[in-house]
């Protein structure tokens, strides 16, 4: 997700969760720790299908579930908002047996009864039938749903969002990040004068008798739920292809406002450009067997798989800072690496998704404008972080119970930290190996992960332990502090607020124009310095601290 008056959201949500009464409190959240009913199936396959009506803002639809049983289970239970409402489910491709549903609208829940419990290895289809008026997004993409805006020209123009309320604020599915489906097809049928866009591949268009189109698509890999995509409006499609590294030839699709088809076909070249560089640097385009994608949206940006939400009106910049390059379409691209192709299987983990994605804005500022270029977007970035606040848990916490700008800045400056501790070229080989392991270079291989896995990897890559630098940066909330003193020729430092940490970041430091990295073993460190030494600690900025 983009991030831009981030720190406003965050403020609005509490003085709103404040007033008690909220109607939206309860539920309003996803992940978190996952119901032993959901635990105990793994999706395989989501066949959803949606009618939308642009004029009564109402969406008739139904999903198909296929899963595979992993513990005995007497129900499949399924998310959904209160706000939707289940007409009939069935088992096995036959409607013409419905089952009992029970909703449990203090959870969002949907209970669909099996009639028999099935057993582990046992594969399990079931299908939902639901409508309803969907929760229409307060602030999208920050507080989702749907949204309804009409174009310039008056046409209906719908989207969707929902990171971190979830995505069953518009279908029916396991909302849980820790289980994609291995595929999905999607249907979406709309009035014939608009078009319907989605992930994957465009399978048909077919017209109706009743003056209704219906968009299929299918999405060849796993997609997490909130990834899932409803796109609508008078579109145009501008379509090309990109020379992938990975020898593929990927379609690109751009999906755009009749008004701004001309800006969007200029934009394009610069948008491919950022895609070679995370190839270059990532490892080839994750999504690269159905396609590149933008659908232009009444809301800045979501890292949507293969259809990015992209509503910047094709300029450059969009994060808050000057930027010589669409930054907004170049954060929601790097979120198909990080945060798409590897996703966290708990929100606890989210500074995976937002600190990679927010760093590597910088190297490509570095790529494209140089050295100076980057210490002044990490300089910007510092001065975005508040610093309390741990951006990685222990146990599991829902979306919002993580969500915070610190997530992005922190996290960021972690990874710019870390490649002052392990060197340019070990940062950069974990940036891609994390996401494109050796074994995955031919295959990209969508998984789940932690950071307990980016530790292990940074520690096999450096070839050293670093569990104080990560329990400090991610773990603690107090940033760690320095504190200095010179005396008799000496400077000496010492790291402190690193709680039982052995803490032991090494510091640079200009001494009269040459810098030093003084060795912090033990948490202290001291340098030799001449009394009428100019000394400055850490002049470029790679060390985050408090103060
Ligand atoms: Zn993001």
């Known amino acids: 997700m983009d991030r831009i008056s981030l720190l406003r959201g965050v403020l609005l949500l509490v003085f709103a969760s404040g ?24 999706v395989a396959h989501y066949d959803l299908q949606v009618s939308v009506d642009p004029a009564r803002e109402r969406i008739d639809g139904r999903v198909t579930v296929h899963a595979v049983v992993e513990e005995r289970i007497e129900n499949v239970v399924l998310n959904l908002d209160r706000r939707l409402s289940v007409s009939e489910a069935w088992t096995q491709g036959r409607p013409s047996t419905p089952h009992a549903v029970e909703r449990r609208n203090d959870k969002n829940e949907v209970w669909v009864d099996l009639d028999e419990a099935r057993s582990p290895g046992d594969t399990v289809r079931v299908s939902v039938r639901y409508e309803g008026s969907p929760r229409v997004a307060p602030r999208p993409p920050w507080d989702g749903g749907l949204t309804w805006e009409r174009t310039p020209s008056g046409d209906p123009w719908i989207a969707t969002s929902g990171q971190t309320e979830g995505a069953d604020l518009w279908w029916p599915v396991k909302d849980h990040p820790s289980d994609e489906p291995d595929s999905m097809d999607i249907a979406f049928t709309v009035p014939d004068s608009l078009v319907a866009a989605s992930n994957g591949t465009l399978q048909s268009v077919e ?15 796993p997609i997490n739920a909130y990834n899932v995509t409803l796109n ?71 890292e ?37 192709l590897v996703t966290v299987g708990n929100w606890k983990d989210f500074w995976l998704h937002e600190g990679p994605a927010t760093y590597l804005e910088a190297l490509y500022v570095e790529h494209l404008e140089g050295d100076s270029a980057y210490h002044a977007l990490t300089d910007y970035f510092r001065s975005r972080v508040t610093g309390g606040t741990p951006i990685t848990r222990t146990a599991p916490t829902t979306a919002e119970g993580i969500y915070h700008q610190d997530v992005y800045f922190r996290g960021a400056l972690t990874l710019h930290t870390l490649r002052y501790v392990v060197g340019e070229d070990a940062l950069r080989e974990i940036l891609r190996r994390f996401v494109t392991p050796d074994s995955a270079r031919t295959v990209p291989v969508f998984r789940p992960v932690t950071t307990r896995d980016f530790q292990n990897l940074v520690e ?7 569990e104080a630098f990560f329990e400090v940066y991610l773990y603690q909330g107090a940033l760690p502090v320095l504190d200095t003193s010179r005396s ?16 032991s970041v090494p510091v640079p430091v200009r001494v009269d124009g040459e810098t030093h990295r003084v060795s912090m073993e033990g948490g202290a460190g001291r340098l030799t310095v001449p009394g009428d030494a100019d000394v400055t600690l850490d002049p470029k900025g790679w060390i985050l601290r408090g103060r």
């Open 488 to 503: 008799d020729g000496t400077l000496q430092l010492r790291w402190t607020k690193t709680g039982d940490a052995a803490f």
């Open 207 to 221: 017209r109706a008798s009743d003056s209704t189109t219906t968009y299929r698509w299918h999405v060849s890999t």
């Open 304 to 340: 949507h798989q293969s259809l990015i939400a992209y509503g910047h009106d094709f300029t450059p910049g969009g994060l808050g800072y000057d930027a010589p390059f669409d930054a907004l379409h170049f954060h929601e691209l790097a979120h198909e690496w990080y945060g798409n």
């Open 232 to 302: 609508v409006a008078p579109y145009v499609r501008l379509d090309t292809s990109y020379a992938s590294t990975s020898g593929m030839e990927v379609p690109v699709s751009a999906y755009v406002l009749p008004s701004d088809s001309s800006r969007a076909a200029d934009a394009l070249p610069g948008f491919l450009d950022q895609v070679r560089f995370l190839e270059e640097t990532l490892g080839p385009y994750p999504a690269r067997a159905d396609k590149y994608g933008i659908a232009q949206t009444p809301f800045l940006g979501m």
């Open 19 to 42: 007033l008690g009464g909220c109607a939206d409190a309860p539920g309003q959240d996803s992940g978190g720790a996952l119901l032993p009913e959901q635990a105990a199936y793994d």
């Open 460 to 466: 096999t890559v450096s070839g050293r332990s670093l």
